[in-house]
């Protein structure tokens, strides 16, 4: 067990220097040899809170011939817990006296170091997805990335880069946006893109839910520990609600529509979030996409609101409901008759994920999809950063010309960090 939690780091110490940009594609099979089905694959997770409990239990619920031998976090206790409620439900797969435990900022090294690991699956906070996402990916491992990849345009270039070096490699890269594997939304994609519903008009997606998490400020927690443990409300982490909770709406319509925005024009504001989050309570983002088609988005976190997760995807010929969750997703025509329907299970789409995963990898196939969740990510921050600064944004610049790097120039766990406040319209610049 290691613990490196007290040594400075930035965004370029955190990985080494890139292996140089091929042409990017959105999902890509890169074929290499096939594994013997009885050889077992090692998996790791990096970040053990409830999220990666979820997907690494999701990984050996599915898959055959994996065991998980390693584990990180920030904190070692959060590493204990995970390996001893694995050990119970899967004790077949999993030996709390093996598994290799490492805890601190640098304890994702030492996974990447380890030779006994063949695939990472990372659940930290987002704000760290793509400096350790490039750093598996050079280091050769295969990869399971949750949502979002990125929260500013350096954490994208960054994406780029490792989907990019993947396929070159032949490491596969599957990321934790399960609706793309969930049967009612993949067959009403479909249904949409062969002209169920006619030539798309315009969308609208909504993510609202009554509230978030919060965790005090405990008796000499530095400003390191404090953020990285209240990370949700500090947008260097977390991205704010949209790039974090948001995206998965942004990625199904982004998906529809199969191209990204030309530009996002936004507002929003805050009235309940606690003093020190830098979050907003909601945002509202006008994405005008290629011929003119437009998505008009709304998220929102606010106590005792009422809630609305769901897409609507306005036809020339109907329209399309696509629900969150087990919602299901229904064809209705200008009638108002429905005319198609389609159940779905997001607990059958967590898992799947990970057999696709898995599979791809035995089947010497590995799938890499980092850049379309990349650029979901990136709509997000397009749409946030409109907000935060009341301009219209183009995807062009956050792209090109942005230089947004929320990453901290120093980080160690007793450092000082101030934080950056929330954003005002008008004041907050466009960088």
């Known amino acids: 067990m290691t613990d490196s939690s007290d040594k400075k780091h930035n965004r370029r110490n955190f990985i080494s220097a890139t292996a140089a940009t091929l042409t990017a594609s959105t999902m890509v099979h890169s074929a290499t040899a096939a594994l013997p089905a009885e050889q077992p694959l090692r998996l790791a997770v990096v970040g053990c809170g409830g999220r990666g409990t979820g997907a690494i239990n999701d990984s050996l619920t599915i898959n055959s011939g994996v065991t998980l031998v390693a584990a990180a976090d920030l904190r070692v206790g959060n590493c204990q817990q995970l390996v001893k409620t694995m050990s119970k439900a899967h004790p077949d797969k999993v030996s709390q006296n093996s598994t290799k435990l490492y805890s601190g900022l640098d304890g994702y090294k030492q996974v990447l170091d380890d030779p006994d690991v063949d695939v990472v699956l990372f659940a930290t906070s987002p704000g760290f997805r793509s400096v350790m996402v490039q750093a598996a990916v050079q280091a050769g491992k295969h990869v399971f990335a949750e949502k979002p990849v990125c929260v500013d345009a350096a954490g994208y270039k960054l994406c780029t880069e490792s989907h990019n070096t993947a396929v070159k490699n032949k490491t596969a890269i599957v990321t934790g946006t399960q609706y793309r594997r969930q049967v009612n939304y993949i067959e009403a994609v479909e249904q949409i893109q062969k002209g169920t519903i ?103 976190q606010i106590p005792n609101s009422q809630a609305a997760n769901d897409n609507v995807i306005y036809g020339t010929k109907g329209t399309c409901q696509i629900g969150a969750s087990n919602s299901g997703s229904r064809i209705f025509d200008h009638n108002g008759k429905k005319i198609w329907e389609k159940n779905g299970k997001i607990k059958d789409a967590y898992r799947e994920e990970h057999r696709a995963l898995i599979q791809s990898i035995r089947d010497g196939q590995p799938i890499v999809e980092l850049q379309q969740t990349a650029d979901s990510s990136m709509v997000a921050v397009l749409g946030r950063v409109a907000a935060y600064t009341g301009k219209k944004v183009t995807w062009d610049f956050m792209t090109t010309e942005s230089s947004l790097d929320l990453f901290p120039k120093t980080l160690t766990w007793n450092g000082s960090l101030e934080s950056t406040g929330w954003a005002v319209p008008g004041k907050t610049k466009l960088v």
């Open 198 to 300: 006619g030539d798309i008009i315009n969308v609208t997606a909504r993510y609202c839910t009554s509230g978030i998490w919060y965790r005090p400020r405990k008796e000499n927690m530095s400003d390191v520990e404090y953020q990285l443990t209240n990370w949700m409300h500090f947008i260097w982490l977390s991205g704010d609600q949209i790039c974090e909770q948001a995206v998965h709406n942004i990625d199904t319509f982004n998906w529809i529509m199969k191209s990204n925005p030309v530009s996002a024009y936004a507002s929003g504001g805050r009235f309940t979030r606690p003093a020190d989050s830098e979050m907003w309570d909601s945002m509202s983002v006008d994405y005008e996409y290629p011929e003119g088609k437009t998505v008009s988005f709304m998220c929102r």
